[in-house]
């Protein structure tokens, strides 16, 4: 079954920067949104930033002006460019893939990659 898989978490340091990548282990035909969310220990699963198949970005309050969505529609693969990390940043990090509507399965999602801010 195709997966998303993600890569570039890691431990950084507050004021440091991370970027991530997220790309499927095979043919997804139909993105439209591509995403990250985010879920730190105990809270709910929240979303950082997401990006249209056009480009259009949105970007949550906690993260704008300081982390960068970008897509590459011929790969599938979409980027988080993190920086000015702050230790509330600390989180697993999710990749989506939503497709357009009438395609099924709607949603994939990545596996999660572990992004730690701490000196």
């Known amino acids: 079954q195709v997966q998303l898989v993600e890569s570039g978490g890691g431990l950084v340091q507050p004021g440091g920067s991370l970027t991530l990548s997220c790309a499927p282990s095979?043919?997804?035909?139909?993105?439209?949104?591509m995403g990250w969310y985010r879920q730190a220990s105990g809270k709910q699963r929240e979303l950082v930033a997401s990006?249209?198949?056009?480009?259009?970005?949105y970007y949550a309050d906690a993260v704008k002006g300081r982390f960068t969505i970008s897509r590459d529609n011929a790969r599938n693969t979409v980027y988080l460019q993190m920086n000015s990390l702050k230790p509330d940043d600390t989180a697993v990090y999710y990749c989506?893939?939503?497709?357009?509507?009438?395609?099924?399965?709607?949603?994939?999602w990545g596996q999660g990659t572990q992004v730690t801010v701490s000196s």
């Open positions: 990006i249209t198949r056009g480009g259009t970005p």
């Open positions: 095979g043919s997804i035909p139909a993105i439209n949104i």
């Open positions: 989506n893939a939503q497709r357009y509507p009438g395609f099924t399965p709607r949603d994939y």
